[in-house]
Nanobody, 128 residues
Framework: QVQLVESGGGLVQAGASLELSCAVS????????LSWFRQAPGKEREFLAS????????????FYADTAKGRFTISRHSGKNTAYLYMTDLQPEDTAVYYC?????????????????WGQGTQVTVSS
């Protein structure tokens, strides 16, 4: 059974950097599409970034939402079967629960309902 576990969240001051981790078990992460979403209290779940499956001709295509582009970076370490979201210049509006999600077919989407595997989330709080 595929399981995803997020970690690395916490309380930071505005302008700080933070790296979130998503440990995957029960499947090879390189064969999945992996995305990061976030959800603030009272708001809908928001797409942040995706990385597609690895093929013979590509190490994976990345795609970022406008809110994440330039500040957030998605990556993965195949040996550790772990994906990452590196965030810089965090601001109070970035405060949310951050989730990782995976699709077994390796195709990336920006819609939360397209992902069959989800972690439980990790809280990121940014103070001013």
């Amino acid at each position: 059974q595929v399981q995803l576990v997020e970690s690395g969240g916490g309380l930071v001051q505005a302008g700080a950097s933070l790296e979130l981790s998503c440990a995957v078990s029960g499947g090879a992460l390189v064969a999945f599409a992996l995305s990061w979403f976030r959800q603030a209290p009272g708001k809908e779940r928001e797409f942040l970034a995706s990385i597609s499956k690895t093929t013979a001709w590509s190490s994976g295509t990345t795609f970022y939402a406008d809110t994440a582009k330039g500040r957030f970076t998605i990556s993965r370490h195949s040996g550790k079967n772990t994906a990452y979201l590196y965030m810089t210049d965090l601001q109070p509006e970035d405060t949310a629960v951050y989730y990782c999600a995976a699709r077994g077919d390796g195709e990336i989407y920006r819609t939360a309902r397209k992902y069959e595997y989800w972690g439980q989330g990790t809280q990121v709080t940014v103070s001013s």
